[in-house]
């Protein structure tokens, strides 16, 4: 009872004391008057900062009114989200800057050209910095914290304020991630007591699954800002080219025990392709960061924990064009006011921390403008200078065989400002093949050849063993493309055909016109599984080659190989001419050349009415989700079968499985998760679905439920015994143990593309992204692992230990097995990543149209 007294004590004691009602006047900074004619945040929003969390339809209507009070302020949207939300980028200075806004972009750019940055005077350019907030949804105070940046440089009067915009363009870009933002608001203000509620235990502080982090399709939009997969970070891509800041923030929240953290971070887990400088300048802006909390006595740390490696996030992505990015994370209230071991953490309290941030890296920015300008200037003039001493004289990357791939590859480069050009003639180099308009050339010596040589370099020494995220990127291993550096004697300008600036999805066409036989295409390309369902989904019978032939076709006789889906016209319930217009559709849509074939009779190997022409069934799909599982996983499989492949998954909550008929679905998807708690029944209906004939395609952990369920058989591979020495420092634990994790490396794969899991590829070897240490035996029946990791040159690139590296050869990386006669496709590694690993998706939509019709004979 005493101990309780004196927790309540303290907590009212603490000084960060509960404000029953924050104002205005708790954020802003004492000595500064306000124009009257700005609008408050209350006096649109309808409620102070912090007292509600606000939601995305009134920050908007905020960042509108405060535009519209002022010739400060300019306001652009930039993209809308899946939820159709606006993104919203205001740019504040002197309307005399707004005026001459062009100009002040251009010696931007200028800077990052050493032939035209020499004349530039850092002195009298202004800096330009980007406030960016809450790119994680539920991390809100960020987001909250936006209506006070925008209140403050748009109202703030005195001589201060004029100087400080005359020398800086501060933009704000007010939720990097809406539909995350609002999907968390909703859920914290309807559980916000009239009463207080500090209890930790309290359902405001625990969201239901999936939770507000992520964006529409449950995706870590602070991973997407080199895969730009989607439309939030496409569009703000195309903000930061075209505005080029000097300094760019990214506020975040973590732990609700911890305190505030600002960069740098680790300085060895720094990319090695960020100069030291871009550190140094990150600190010389910390030291403000520091002042402004000292003075408000906030506890803070620095150089810890997080780091500054991959491209991806939004403080390190800048850090590789001549920015500066900086992280801030701040311990949350995950609500309005929740306990922590520093007292109660009130969500006032962060917002403000988050401003307070705000305002000293946009005065640190003012100071150091001059050497922001000047950094940028010289980060560009040593990039030219090592581009144009290289050996290497351009890229040549591409698929000879997939268009749909190359749109996608060169679709993510031209977010980036990178200069290429369709190759011109067909080419060998490095032992491959390249084919004319099926590869690009990217010349190295062009402005952004660091943020290229972030992208197709493989990486296998770190300073490190310690990574936040992957540790590679790698782009050919992750589009599974042909790859090569041309050095000065093998490249030609002659090489270089179109350039490439705004890619569109290529066209495909029907080879021969409307067919009264059949038609047939490739399973090569990207979409290809976009085409089969679309023909699949009108009630057109498909079948799919299991072994190879040769048919006369209009541009004369042609080999289809393994996959190749023949759809005949003579058996279907449409008319031929029917069946011509959805082909014609498809071709087109999806850049799949069709074939017309008019007769059954092949010029060798099988016929088209041959046994080995497999019929198909429509994939009916569902996947099993809720608490335990991993969001991302499943919301990349959504997001590859609904925005790509077009096919509908009807996602299921767990603990629903009893009271669904499973036999309306012949594919059934477990990702990576915790599945303890399904029910006898639901885990009997989910066997006696499979022994009936489903397939069930499993993600990585969910493998062991399986196991542990009996429905596979699968051996993990016993680990070597590992020498540990007696003893070891304490303080080294964290580090050693650290080092064991595979945090995402790139292997080399051993694929037989004769399986109806190889299908679509050509080449044996494949590329796979591993983040576990998952190592499972190969089967012991020699048909049932298609793809396993090649046994003595397993790593491509990224970080593995010695002792992992040891234990991965030669495992495996899918393992079929039956079980009565359904099918269950274990997949140790995510063919989906993130949604940019498009070389491995094939491997899914294989398991999606094909896993049933892999005879039982093979499997484990
Ligand atoms: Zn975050």
Redo the contacts with the bound molecule.
Sequence with gaps: MKKQYFLLLSILLFPLTLLSQPTLDYYLPADVTYNSDIPTPAEVVGHEVGEWHITHDKLVQYMYAVAESSDRVTIHEYARTYENRPLLLLAITTPENHANIDQIKEHHHRLTDPDQSGDLDPETMPVIVNLGYS??GN?ASGSNASMLSAYYYTAAQGPEIDELLENAVILIDPSLNPDGLNRFASWVNMHKSKTTVTDPASREFNEVWPNG?TNHYWFDL?RDWMPVVHPESRGRIQMYHEWRPNVLTDH???GTNATYFFQPGVPSRTHPLTPQINQDLTAAIGEYHADILDEEQRLYYTKERFDDFYYGKGSTYPDVFGTIGILF?QASARGHAQESIHGVVEFPFAVKNQFLTSLSTVNASLDLRADLHDYRRSFYRDVMEEASNLNTRAIVVGDAHDRGKNYHLADLLSFHNIEMYELATDLQADGQDFKEGRALVIPTNQTEYKFIESLFEERTEFTDSLFYDVSTWTMHSAFNMDFAELSSNQFSSDLMGNRITAPDMPEGSVIGGQSEYAYVFEWDEYYAPRTLYRLQDLGLKTKVATHFFEVMTDEGPKEFTYGAILVPVGIQDLSSGEIYDAIRASAQTDGVDIYNVERGLALSGVDLGSPSMISLDKPSVAILAGRGISNLEVGEIWHQLDQRYEIPLTIIDKQRVNSVDLSRYNTLIMTNGWYGDLSGQAESSIKDWVRDGGTLILQRSAIEWARSEELIDVKNKEAEEIEQPENLPYADMQNLRGAQVVGGSIFNGVLDITHPLGYGYRSESINIFRNSTRFLEKSENPFATPLYVHEDNPLASGYISDENLDEIGNTASIIVSSNGSGRIISFVDNPNFRAFWYGNNKLFANALFFGDTIHSASTN
């Design positions: 790119v994680h991390e982090r602070n975040h929240e973590m994370e």
